[in-house]
């Protein structure tokens, strides 16, 4: 079945790059998704990409998409305490197949 | 517009005890889910609901059971609660059809079994 793989943690300092990755392992995955998730609260979409796109920016946020490698990475350029949060992958496959799978989160921890 | 709701918030229930935790979504979305999350494992799907009166297993079924009670609001039930569900489970909602299926969630409900 499909698996989404991520580190669980990562530290930067404020004003700094955050990159957080994430391997699948699905080659028919049509669309990825990143979801934020603060504390004490749901999932949020935080932003998307389709498989035939290499990358897609947003204000701070890049995404790269390496199909070749299965890999996804999440950008967030000059990192704000409020950024700190956990950062789930997620990947979508087959056209009308509502079901997505999850990675493990990344937890994102700011250091002032 | 609230989105997604869930009830309770926190529950605590003994083990062999039984609870249904309640969603609600006023967003008029075709498919509905359960998901438990659980450190270092992520979100695990335990059950979803493609359409109004149908529901079909995710991944961590077991000691589970669904209802989609009309299109807005599909619960989840634990029969005979084990320590093994302590978790927070989540509610989430799509409105399928399309190519994008951006999911989204309820606050959660924090559950310990003792």
């Known amino acids: 079945g499909e698996d989404v793989e991520q580190s669980l943690f990562l530290s930067v300092r404020e004003g700094d790059s955050s990159v957080i990755n994430c391997t699948y392992t699905d080659s028919s995955s049509t669309y990825l998704y990143w979801y934020k998730q603060e504390p004490g609260a749901g999932l949020q979409l935080l932003t998307y990409i389709f498989s035939n796109m290499d990358m897609k920016q947003d204000q701070r946020l890049t995404v790269l998409l390496n199909k070749k490698d299965k890999h996804l990475s999440l950008r967030i350029a000059d990192t704000q305490t409020g950024d700190s949060a956990i950062y789930f992958c997620?990947?979508?496959?087959?056209?009308?197949?509502?079901?997505?799978?999850f990675g493990t989160g990344t937890r994102l921890t700011i250091i002032p | 517009n609230a989105g997604v709701t869930q009830t309770p918030k926190f529950q605590v229930l003994k083990t062999g005890q039984s609870m249904t935790l309640q969603c609600a979504q006023d967003m008029n979305h075709n498919s509905m889910y359960w998901y438990r999350q659980d450190p270092g494992m992520g979100l695990r799907l335990i059950y979803y609901s493609a359409s109004e009166g149908t529901t079909d297993k995710g991944e961590v079924p077991n000691g589970y059971n669904v209802s989609r009670l009309n299109k807005r609001e599909f619960s989840l039930r634990l029969e005979s609660a084990a320590p093994s569900q302590t978790s927070v489970y989540f509610c989430?909602?799509?409105?399928?059809?399309?190519?994008?299926?951006?999911?989204?969630f309820g606050p959660g409900t924090r559950l310990t079994v003792l």
């Open positions: 989430a909602s799509s409105a399928s059809g399309g190519v994008l299926n951006t999911q989204y």
């Open positions: 997620a990947e979508g496959s087959n056209f009308g197949n509502e079901k997505l799978t």
